[in-house]
Nanobody
């Protein structure tokens, strides 16, 4: 019912910035919690950030707090991840996740996109 398409990944040097976007279609975006996960080669999938339907509640992994910001645009049915001060260990495929429940998104349940690759060089 919901389709998610990520974009904005690429190659950047350490200390640089990227902004990821996730566009949702097929369902009403405004009442969905949206979030981001990432998976690096040979590592477990890990939670990155989430934002509820109103934007009043957000959650971040400790590794990105203070560096990154999640936000959303209701009119465009899009969620963003502003990634500043990138580090080589941030290199991973980043996936967008969406669900009606905040707890579902932070635990990795819901609809998933295909991912966008972020590569940070040292």
């Amino acid at each position: 019912q919901v389709q998610l398409v990520e974009s904005g990944g690429g190659l950047v040097q350490a200390g640089g910035s990227l902004r990821l976007s996730c566009a949702a279609s097929g369902r009403t975006f405004s009442y969905f919690t949206m979030g981001w996960f990432r998976q690096a080669p040979g590592k477990e999938r890990e939670f990155v950030a989430a934002i509820n339907w109103s934007g009043s509640n957000t959650d971040y992994a400790d590794s990105v707090k203070g560096r990154w910001t999640i936000s959303r645009d209701y009119a465009k049915s899009t969620v963003y991840l502003q990634m500043n001060s990138l580090k080589p260990e941030d290199t991973a495929v980043y996936f967008c996740v969406a669900d009606r429940q905040f707890s579902s998104v932070v635990s990795g349940r819901g609809a998933w996109g295909q991912g966008t690759l972020v590569t940070v060089s040292s």
